[in-house]
């Protein structure tokens, strides 16, 4: 492509944004919620028409068509996803809430103290212990995944340990059969 190909794209480009952008944004604004979508909505539509430049009529009223046929594809593949991310987060959060024994018994009300115990942990502490308890991997293997020397994630995984002994041995109920199972070491 010369470089007379390009100007004569980007110029081409130009005239379609002036000539349908706003009304394209309004059309989004209408129909989406949060209103704020509408322009990532417009970005992909003209990101389609960047794309197919060599496909958009030569007329502008014809061009502007084009471009609402295209805004309606973007529109309803939009809604596709946000559909099916909803479901999902909707599915994961009713396993979240069978996993995580949110049923009112005092073991759920010992495993609710645990988790709470667990996410006032620093970041990076608690970021390893979930890994070793539950994500199953061993201290080498979580050191790997958070890209840190096995020694620094042993040291950080004695303090997180030591913490949370610390922390769960307030509670009034020790757990019945819970035990912190030790991580495997390699």
């Known amino acids: 492509m010369t470089a007379d190909d390009t100007d004569a794209r980007v110029a081409r480009m130009e005239r379609v944004h002036s000539l349908v952008a706003d009304d394209l944004l309004n059309y989004f604004a209408r129909r989406v919620d949060p209103v704020e979508d509408a322009a990532e909505l417009l970005a992909d539509t003209l990101l389609v028409a960047w794309r197919r430049i060599d496909r958009l009529p030569a007329d ?91 020694s620094t994630a042993r040291g950080r995984y004695q303090r997180a340990t030591t913490r949370l002994r610390d922390d769960l041995s307030t509670l009034k109920r020790p757990p019945r059969d819970v035990d912190m199972p030790s991580p495997t070491h390699r």
């Not at 609402?68 to 979240?96: M, Y």
């Not at 994500?135 to 020397?149: C, P, Q, T």
Request: positive net charge; charged residues 30%; hydrophobic residues 45%.
């Open 60 to 150: 502008d009223e014809r061009c502007r068509m084009w471009m609402f046929v295209t805004a309606r594809g973007v529109l309803a593949n939009w809604r596709r996803g946000r559909k099916r991310r909803f479901a999902l987060a909707s599915s994961l959060r009713e396993q979240l809430l069978v996993s995580s024994g949110d049923r009112g018994s005092d073991d759920d009300s010992y495993a609710a103290d645990v988790r709470r115990a667990i996410r006032s942990l620093p970041q990076n502490q608690r970021e390893l212990v979930v890994l070793v308890h539950w994500d199953g991997f061993s201290i080498v293997d979580a050191a790997a995944v958070l890209g840190i020397r096995e």
